[in-house]
């Protein structure tokens, strides 16, 4: 399974960027994030079928996951960003079907990260 995300970049606060993933296979998908010296965190998930969504609580409400299966693509649309939500982001897939895989251990393929910068 190759992974390639794109789409960072730099924006103002309260700004919006989106995120895309290239990504072939039925899985389910991830997005997750680095901040400079901190632990990679789970950002959101979504299911092979595009169902059921699921977020951290940091960016629940401004953040929205959705795939596009025809196009292999998934995307992250982020919305009312925040200076702390500078990392780098990565996509990642998983061969889990149920639940909500949130930790790093669950996902099996990885991308190559997009830097996002979030400016006050």
């Known amino acids: 399974v190759q992974l390639q995300a794109s789409g960072g970049g730099l924006a103002q606060a309260g700004g919006s960027l989106r995120l895309s993933c290239a990504a072939s296979?039925?899985?389910?998908m991830g997005w997750f994030r680095q901040a400079p010296g901190k632990e990679r965190e789970f950002v959101a998930g979504?299911?092979?079928?595009?169902?059921?969504?699921y977020y951290a609580d940091s960016v629940k409400g401004r953040f929205i996951i959705s795939r596009d299966n025809a196009k292999n693509t998934i995307y992250l649309q982020m919305n009312s960003l925040k200076p702390n939500d500078t990392a780098v982001y990565s996509c990642?897939?998983?061969?889990?079907?149920?639940?909500?895989?949130?930790?790093?251990?669950?996902?099996?393929?990885w991308g190559q990260g997009t830097q996002v910068t979030v400016s006050s």
């Open positions: 979504i299911m092979w079928s595009g169902g059921s969504p």
């Open positions: 296979g039925r899985y389910t």
């Open positions: 990642a897939a998983t061969g889990r079907i149920n639940g909500q895989p949130k930790s790093l251990l669950e996902y099996t393929y």
